[in-house]
């Protein structure tokens, strides 16, 4: 009985898929039948390469663990190195909407390249997520509604809980030394403002070019300037060389030193050891967070990849969460771009390595920033630890989103300094 | 008779490339026209390194300004399109008379050396006047009008104007003014005694070579619809070079092979892998290997095996 059933259905079962086969359920369902492709930008080459390579790495770690189906449709990631300039950027922008169709973009590091993209995508319509690009008018002067900065942050939001911080310390006197760059502008400004409009006092700022290979003359300036606290915005090659020579000139300990989220960012301090032990950084990732999502997503990159996750790799794996959510959402059907878009910014990721995080209404991730120390394992491996957090930060911190529109982007001219 | 195969081949390809809109996807479309735009920049090139001896470092700097000056009219003064291409090319050609003024009386490795720092001057200025330039984060939005909005017109109007190009410049190097570049890359000495005023001949060589790039930048500008400092950079030169070089240096149209080679290889290689540059890398040391004519000179030289006279020098600085 239970056999002859099993039969039926199964002969059943044969027969139809052979007389209809794979065609017959393609035709009803054209829209939605084949893989999802994502096209996943990341500079693989050139001066950005191994922040790429991690952002590479926690995207598949997550799609690894999740398996690449979502509600049924398999999903394709589609690599492509934009290494590290907007030209080829945009590129393989072109490439990946134009030729391998893809449904939505991810990526890219740089702010350069992934305002290249944006302004690409402005003209398709291709939804296109950064969690990375951090240039602030992408999600506030000069909005796309297609382009989302999911799991990511915008530039001067992440340094305004370390300045109020910075003030509850006590400190009043602060000189600031960035990268002379946009990015570092934003972040530079987002400080200063909130420093000085909380009481705080900029006694100087200092503006190095990119690949700074020597800070000493930073470094004497910053002493004349007697300030209570420094705060440095610096990335890759330039943090370490920062941190090394501000030991090395035995100012660590003398004077307080605060940072942005790249320059304690565990691909800088990764090889370091009594140098960054106890620097102060703020940030939405600590890798050292005491959380089961967050220990469940370190652990696994580590076995994974063996080194601990820096920013960049946690932002992808989130923005994998986020994807996989929204497309969940709008059950599968992704080339309904609004709809798709739509419950893009209706997600609220609960657990992950970013905690608890969403949208808000400018397609900026309200997020947890946490103020961050350098500690060590018992392994003996240094990560970033969490001292205090600031729930749900928005990008427009304490203002209102108008009044702060209306001020300049900042820039080397315009910190937003209240004097 | 070999010029009457010259010209079969020629028509043909034009043929070709006009029929391609319409087998060819959006995607292949605008590599095609990306590949013509670097065929113009990599011409203004060779009529430095290859009719008058004098290899520039510096012209990716001439290309950028005509893409900035296009892209500011356009984007952040709001200015018409025609504003911006007139400016683009204007301060192309008064950039490059700057340049030609202070390089022309260097050549070889010096030459090369000051073009070279005249490049980074410019990519220095635009790396650091933000307010005017955007800095890294360049300038975006650069809106087409609306005839040439669409990809396709937008590629047969950039081929029209590098056809154009193609056969202006050609005419520029086969006048009798253009000979004497050819006679300066030769002898300088030998075109002094003669009485040609050199420096007045190489000066205005230059600045017909960077007007063009200029055109070539601002149809970039539009192009892409975005400029960054990348686009002034080092990179920049050496890529127009490396198409003159992979073309055929001294061949003029070769710059068309080589733009189509870098280009097609860079998006196609790289499909594959990481590492095309290194592909890229060995392409061009074998090709100064085997044929430091580039394509286009060994294909003229194999086709001209029984009369050998016609082909012009690969270029010996």
């Not at chain 1, 382009?147 to 370390?162: D, H, I, K, N």
């Not at chain 2, 500008?221 to 400029?227: E, I, L, R, Y």
Request: hydrophobic residues 45%; charged residues 15%.
């Amino acid at each position: 009985m239970k056999r002859r059933t099993f039969l039926k259905t199964t002969g059943a079962g044969l027969v139809g898929s052979a007389l209809w086969g794979p065609g017959a359920i393609r035709p009803t369902r054209a829209a939605d039948a084949g893989p999802i492709k994502i096209g996943l930008m990341a500079p693989l080459t050139g001066v950005a390469a191994a922040g790429g390579r991690e952002m590479v790495d926690g995207w598949e770690l997550f799609w690894n663990q999740s398996g690449k189906t979502v509600v049924g449709r398999p999903i394709e990631v589609i690599v492509e190195d934009d290494a590290g300039t907007p030209d080829t950027a945009l590129q393989k922008a072109r490439r990946l909407v134009q030729q391998r169709d893809v449904h939505m973009l991810v990526g890219n590091l740089l702010a350069n390249t992934g305002l290249a993209v944006a302004e690409f995508v402005r003209g398709t319509g291709t939804p296109y997520f950064m969690p990375i690009v951090a240039a602030d008018n992408l999600t506030q002067r000069d909005r796309i509604p297609n382009v989302l900065r999911v799991a990511g942050f915008s530039a001067s939001q992440m340094p305004r809980p370390l300045a109020d911080w910075c003030l509850k310390k006590g400190y009043r006197r602060v000189v600031t030394i960035a990268q002379d760059y946009a990015f570092g502008h934003e972040q530079a400004g987002g400080f200063a403002q909130t420093f000085t409009e909380g009481g705080g006092k900029v006694a100087g700022q200092l503006w190095n070019p990119l690949n700074t290979s020597d800070f000493s003359p930073f470094l004497g300036e910053i002493q004349n300037q007697k300030p209570d606290v420094v705060f440095a915005v610096q990335t890759g090659a330039d943090a370490s060389r920062l941190i090394l020579q501000w030991f090395n000139f035995g100012l660590k300990g003398q004077i307080p030193f605060v940072s942005s989220q790249n320059t304690t960012d565990q691909s800088v301090i990764r090889t370091m050891k009594d140098e960054a032990l106890g620097m102060i950084s703020s940030a939405h990732f600590a890798e050292g967070r005491d959380d089961a999502a967050n220990k469940k997503f370190v652990d696994a990159y580590q076995a994974a990849y063996n080194k601990l996750p820096a920013i960049f790799a946690a932002e992808l794996y989130t923005c994998g969460m986020w994807v996989a959510e929204g497309i969940k959402r709008v059950n599968g059907k992704v080339e309904d771009r609004p709809a798709f878009l739509r419950a893009m910014r209706e997600v609220e990721i609960t657990a992950s390595p970013l905690g608890k995080t969403r949208l808000d209404p400018y397609g900026n991730p309200i997020l947890d920033i946490h103020i961050r120390e350098v500690k060590q394992r018992p392994d003996g491996k240094l990560w970033n630890t969490v001292l205090e957090t600031y729930p749900n930060v928005s990008q427009f911190w304490k203002y209102k989103p108008e009044e702060l529109l209306k001020q300049p982007p900042y820039s080397r001219q315009f910190q937003g300094i209240k004097s | 008779m070999l010029r009457g195969v010259q010209w079969l081949v020629a028509a043909a390809a034009l043929l070709a490339v006009l029929a391609a809109p319409s087998v060819l996807s959006r995607y292949y479309v605008n590599l095609l026209t990306e590949v013509a735009i670097y065929a113009i920049f990599a011409m203004t090139i060779d009529i430095l390194a290859g009719y008058s001896g004098r290899t520039p470092l510096g012209h990716g700097a001439i290309f950028g300004i005509g893409a900035y000056f296009a892209a500011y009219t356009v984007a952040v003064a709001k200015g018409p399109a025609w504003a911006g291409v007139l400016l683009g090319i204007g301060a192309a050609a008064a950039v490059s008379l700057l340049f030609a003024l202070l390089a022309i009386r260097t050549s070889g490795v010096s030459f090369l050396l000051l073009t070279l720092a005249q490049g980074m001057v410019v990519w220095g200025i635009c790396v650091r006047w933000t307010s005017v330039t955007g800095a890294e984060n360049g300038i975006r939005g650069i809106a087409r009008p609306e005839w040439v909005a669409d990809p396709v017109r937008f590629f047969y109007l950039t081929v029209a104007v590098a056809v154009l190009a193609a056969w202006a410049l050609h005419r520029f190097v086969s006048s009798p003014f253009g000979l004497t570049l050819l006679g300066i890359r030769e002898s300088e000495s030998r075109m002094r005694t003669l009485g040609y005023n050199v420096p007045l001949h190489l000066v205005l060589g230059f600045v017909v070579s960077g007007t063009f790039a200029g055109i070539a930048g601002t149809l970039y500008a539009f192009f892409n619809t975005f400029v960054s400092p990348t686009n002034v950079a080092l990179a920049t030169s050496v890529k127009g070079l490396l198409m003159a070089i992979i073309g055929g240096v001294g061949t003029l149209f070769g710059a068309f092979a080589g733009a189509a080679v870098v280009i097609l290889l860079e998006n196609f290689v790289s499909m594959f892998t990481d590492r095309w540059p290194i592909v890229l890398g060995s392409i061009f040391v074998l090709t100064m290997i085997f044929a430091r004519e580039g394509i286009l000179g060994k294909a003229r030289l194999l086709l001209a095996r029984e009369t050998p006279h016609l082909t012009p020098k690969g270029d010996e600085s």
